[in-house]
């Protein structure tokens, strides 16, 4: 149980483009998704966190605009990185917390991000 | 503020000798505590974790902890690594409250030598 799955695993796109990237919690409800962002042989970057139906809340120095979060359901949560540009060149992975139960996040695969 | 510090960035071991990384945690607060691995290009796996409860916490592949208040460490032990533990472990503390907010060390990259 509690699978967390991100789609796509791995994307490339160009320059000024926009690019999506889903999370899903397949087996439980999340109350609250997390995003973070990690950097080669780095730690993870908190960015944002979500709760369904509201908006994101995000860490300081995180551009709210380039970064779009939207959590539409207890069980989705996407990532739009807006007018993508090389330094966002990024490994992303997203977490989410089951309703009802403290303390522990779970952990999608992550997303490999090159901006070219 | 909470932080979490992980000393060592990198840890050579032999295969089937014994290993320790080190987690130290500052907070005012009672935490919640955490251990992944992360393998390259993956996400985040749990080790184990520190709810409450008995100070000694076994984990998956052999892996154990322990929750010292006293000295804010969450240590993490193997007593015989595998090639295959070769990975970068993460210690996480959350508060008990809120949002339930991570924050991570900075890794410790296990090299584990044939």
């Known amino acids: 149980g509690a699978v967390v799955s991100q789609h796509p695993s791995r994307v490339i796109c160009k320059s000024g483009t926009s690019v999506k990237i889903e999370c899903r919690s397949l087996d439980f409800q999340a109350t609250t998704m997390f995003w973070y962002r990690q950097f080669p042989k780095q730690s993870l970057m908190l960015m944002a966190t979500s709760n369904e139906g509201s908006k994101a809340t995000y860490e300081q120095g995180v551009e709210k605009d380039k970064f779009l979060i939207n959590h539409a359901s207890l069980t989705l949560s996407t990532l739009t990185v807006t007018s993508a540009h090389p330094e966002d060149s990024s490994f992303y992975i997203c977490?989410?917390?089951?309703?009802?139960?403290?303390?522990?996040?779970?952990f999608g695969p992550g997303t490999r991000l090159t901006v070219t | 503020a909470q932080s979490v510090t992980q000393l060592d960035s990198q840890v050579p071991v032999f295969e089937e000798a014994p290993v320790e990384l080190r987690c130290n945690y500052s907070s005012s607060v009672s935490v919640y505590l955490f251990w992944y691995v992360q393998y390259p290009n993956q996400g985040l796996q749990l080790l184990l974790k520190y709810l409450s409860g008995s100070t000694l916490v076994k984990g998956i592949n052999g892996f154990e902890a322990e929750f010292n208040k006293s000295q804010t460490s969450f240590h993490l032990r193997k007593p015989s690594v595998h090639i295959s533990d070769t990975a970068e472990y993460f210690c996480?503390?959350?508060?008990?409250?809120?949002?339930?907010?991570?924050?991570f060390g900075t890794g410790t990259r296990l090299k584990v030598l044939a």
């Open positions: 996480a503390v959350s508060f008990t409250s809120g949002t339930y907010k991570y924050i």
């Open positions: 977490s989410s917390q089951m309703e009802g139960v403290s303390g522990e996040q779970y």
